[in-house]
Structures are given as C-alpha cells and as structure tokens.
C-alpha cells in the first residue's frame, strides 16, 4: 500500500480529513452512552425508585410498548448511518453485531448508568466477566494490582493463579488498612480493586480515603459494589474510577440469572469494551431485558432487604445461642466509615456465628424452614450458607481463623419475606441445636 493510500486508510490524509474531524482532534469530545433517542433519560435529580422504574426503558415508537423490547437478533442492517458512524469513530454507539451492542443490551446498561450516575456502562455474561475483562482492560503487561485477601473466591482465584499468566503482578493486602494499601503501592501500580461491603464478614472499605490515596498516586479505583447496589452506595459519587456488579444478585434479584456490569467514565468503559469485545463476555439479549425488569424493583427490594436484614441482625445479636453478628446497623460494628457514604442502608446480608461451631450451625440449616440453603445472594428469597464448606472450603480452618472466619459462621442474605415470619423461625430452629 503507498503511503497515501495508507493515510487515506488510517483517516488523515487532507482528503480523509474534510470529512473524518475527529482523528487528529485529540480533544474530541467522548459521548455518554451508547444510547438511543428511544432511551428514556430522567434529570438526576429524581430518586433511586424512579430512575430505576423508568430510566433507560427503550419507548418503541412504533408499538408503544411499556416494556422494553427483546432485540434477539445477532446481527443488524448496515445503512449509510453505519458507515458514517464508522467514519466518526463511533463503532460503540451503532448496532452492528450483538457481542458489540445490542439495543435491548443498551436500555438497560443505561437505566445502570442513571443509578450508578455513570456515563457508560457495559453488561456482561456473569460477574467473573466482568471483573476479568476489567482488571485485564484497565492494565498492562508488567502492571500490578493491589487487592484483599477476602474478595469473591472467583476473583481470589483469577488473581492468584492467572493473572500473572498474562504478565500482571498482584499483592493482597486487607483494604479495610489504608496504610497497609499505601505500603503495597509500587512504582508499576496501575489499579486497586476491592469489594465495597466483604463476604462474609461484611468489613466496610475507608472508601472516601481510598479514593484519595487512588487520586493522589495516579491510580485507578476499581470497586465490586455487589453487596450493596447502586441504591445503598453509589461508588463513583464518593470518587471512585469504576463500580462494578455481579447483577447475579440484588440488580436482578430473583435468583433467576447470571450477569455482570461495569461503570464508569466513557474514557474508562471504553477501554474495558475493546477487552471484552476479545474475551467475548457480553451478555445476550434475554438475560438483559430479564435484567431490566428486575431492576424495576431494585429500590424496593433493596428498602424490604435493608429493613428485614436490620432487625434480623439486632435479634440475632440478642439471642442466648448467638456468640457474635456481623452487621453495620450494630453498635459493635469496626468499620463506622460505611455510614459516611451509604445513603440508604446497608443491604441484606447479615453473617454471625453459634455456639456449638460448624457442627451447631449445620444443624440450624436442617432447622429453619423459611431460607433456602443455597449459595449466592441478593433474591427476594433469603438464602443461608455456612463460608466452610462453601465460599472458603479451599482454604484451611487455620488460614480461616487467620481472616476472622470463625467456626460456626453463618453467612445470610436476608430475602424480603415478612420479618415476624423470618424471626420466629430463626427463634425456632435456634431453640432446636
Ligand atoms: C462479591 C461478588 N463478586 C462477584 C461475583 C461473581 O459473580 P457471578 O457469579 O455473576 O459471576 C460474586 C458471586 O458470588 C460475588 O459474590
């Protein structure tokens, strides 16, 4: 190819430039989104129940639709608005192939943005998706990642075992200890990812701190706000770089899917968009449109969890066969920053132990008749699990002691059943070990 040609090709000969501005311009200005004149778009100023009912619903014009549609098409007509968009460099913010974007995808990634208070977001395939591709976007090779010792299993897992594979270090540090991150920061330090609220001892991040400290050393702040959603803390507001969700749990809330979503800045987001489109973790149409309903009651899931989860906690903490809870409402809590910046409680989940150890809290499982014995979180159901042979059964009851998970520990996601109802069982089932 002569170098005109290539040039042209790359968009800035004189003759590419008359009609492609943006190339050489590098104060092009980045657009919120993708999204469509369908999306509806709400002031900020309105509520976390609003937004979550009606923001980012794609309003068909032609049918009139109340709900969003399914576009279950992997593949959409190019027009010359495509190319043209090609030409403007917004590949992001045209339909052209599903793993890309996807209209029904966009509606709801948008009504994330308008809770998260994020101009982008991405969905994808399962919360794992998204914490990989991110962490891999957002570094190089040679990077490090600072992170804790008591994040999500599958995220301790990819940061232990592969992602030096790719040529990033890592160190696991407790975040809860800003000068324990401080200490571990290195010259090639390129991201700090931490968990918001930790399982299963629900340790709060000094998130204000961590935010300057990340600010201050040039850092991006990356945090998986799972445990809390949007409508218990918003991330970014507080000054973080990205939030991200398994929406497996409270954004969908009926236990009926899995996926992940990321958001951030256009800048940020984009970047994590180009790695996922090589991993190959979007989510499909169905599994987003299934998404978007269940946020439609996110704000009053999340109040019936907030309120259910408080009570639960302070009756648990007053029970003769309960040694310790683990809850931010209770006045024993160590991490008191959380009040500082969480706007409407403190989610749903509450973990405590028994007396009697693994073998009493085994029992209580066998007992109770309202929560599921199951693993994961955040459904309308309230699910109880023991971290020993669950969340933590790979490491050993010493390394478990070490991180404070001790014997007897129970974690449970407090579902929006009626509270009476929830604590006369648990009244009832702990009178029986
Ligand atoms: C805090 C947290 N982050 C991430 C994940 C992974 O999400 P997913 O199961 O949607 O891949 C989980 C799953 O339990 C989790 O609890």
């Known amino acids: 190819m002569n170098k005109d040609k290539l040039s042209k090709a790359i968009g800035n000969s004189p003759e590419a430039n008359s009609s492609v501005t943006w190339s050489n311009n590098l104060k092009r200005g980045r657009v919120p989104g993708p999204r469509m004149k369908e999306n509806k778009m709400l002031p900020d100023t309105l509520g976390g129940s609003t ?34 968009s090609f030409a403007q460099g917004l590949i992001r913010d045209i339909p052209t192939y599903t793993r890309y974007g996807n209209p029904t995808v966009w509606s709801t990634q948008e009504k994330i943005s308008q809770l998260e208070n994020a101009e982008s977001t991405i969905l994808f395939s399962s919360g794992m998706s998204a914490i990989t591709t991110t962490l891999v976007g957002l570094t190089n090779r040679g990077g490090h990642i600072i992170s804790s010792f008591d994040v999500y299993g599958g995220t301790y897992n990819f940061l232990r075992e592969d992602i030096h594979q790719l040529g990033r270090e890592t160190t696991l540090v407790d975040g809860t200890d800003l000068a324990a991150v401080d200490a571990a920061i290195k010259p090639n330090t390129q991201v700090l990812f931490f968990e918001t609220l930790s399982n299963p001892l629900l340790k709060a991040l000094p998130l204000r701190g961590l935010a300057s400290l990340a600010k201050a050393r040039n850092l991006l702040l990356v945090v998986d706000n799972t445990f809390l959603s949007p409508i218990c803390l918003r991330p970014l507001d507080e000054g973080v770089d990205i939030v991200l969700h398994s929406c497996s749990k409270y954004m969908n809330g009926h236990s009926d899917l899995i996926a992940g979503s990321v958001s951030g800045s256009r800048k940020y987001v984009d970047r994590i968009w180009s790695q996922m489109l090589k991993f190959g973790g979007n989510v499909n149409p169905l599994s987003a449109f299934l998404l978007e309903r269940g946020l439609k009651t996110l704000a009053l899931r999340m109040q019936a969890h907030v309120s259910n989860s408080k009570q639960l906690a302070a009756f648990l903490a007053n029970h003769p066969k309960v040694t310790r809870v683990h809850h931010p409402s209770l006045p024993n809590y160590e991490y008191p920053w959380i009040q500082e910046y969480c706007r409407n409680g403190y989610g749903g989940m509450v973990s405590f132990e028994v007396k009697g150890g693994n073998e009493a809290a085994l029992a209580l499982l066998t007992h109770l008749k309202i929560p599921l014995v199951a693993t994961s979180l955040g459904g309308v159901e309230s699910l109880i699990s023991l971290p020993f042979n669950t969340s933590h059964s790979f490491l050993t009851e010493k390394q478990r002691q070490q ?24 009244d009832t089932a702990l009178g029986q070990i």
Do not use: C
């Open 51 to 84: 937004i979550a009912v009606h923001g980012g619903t794609y309003e068909d014009p032609i049918t009139g639709a109340v709900g969003t549609p399914i576009f279950q098409s992997s593949t959409f007509n190019f027009s010359k608005h495509t190319y043209d």
């Open 403 to 426: 991180i404070g998970i001790m014997p007897g520990l129970i974690r449970l996601s407090v579902g929006v059943e009626n509270i009476q109802d929830l604590t006369a069982d648990f």
